[in-house]
């Protein structure tokens, strides 16, 4: 989790600087820096999740039934 942290403020950092490069004011550069990172954050939790890397239930996915 703490990589895809880092990874979405990089790509957050690196569209913002390109966006104020590209002539838009310093806060419609920071607008665009964060949905970049929303965007990247989502897509991290995402693929994690569906590898079966996040969502875990606690006892390790194992069910406490009686009857098995």
């Known amino acids: 989790m703490l990589l895809s942290f880092v990874s979405s403020l990089l790509a957050a950092v690196v569209a913002g600087v390109l966006s104020h490069e590209a002539g838009t004011p310093a806060a419609?550069?920071?607008?665009?820096?964060?949905?970049?990172?929303?965007?990247?954050?989502?897509?991290?939790?995402?693929?994690?999740?569906?590898?079966?890397?996040?969502?875990?239930p606690a006892g390790g996915g194992q069910r406490n039934?009686?009857?098995e």
């Not at 965007?39 to 999740?49: P, Q, R, S, Y």
């Open 28 to 56: 419609g550069a920071v607008l665009y820096g964060g949905g970049a990172f929303m965007g990247w954050m989502t897509l991290c939790v995402t693929v994690l999740t569906a590898l079966g890397l996040l969502g875990v």
């Open 65 to 67: 039934d009686p009857g």
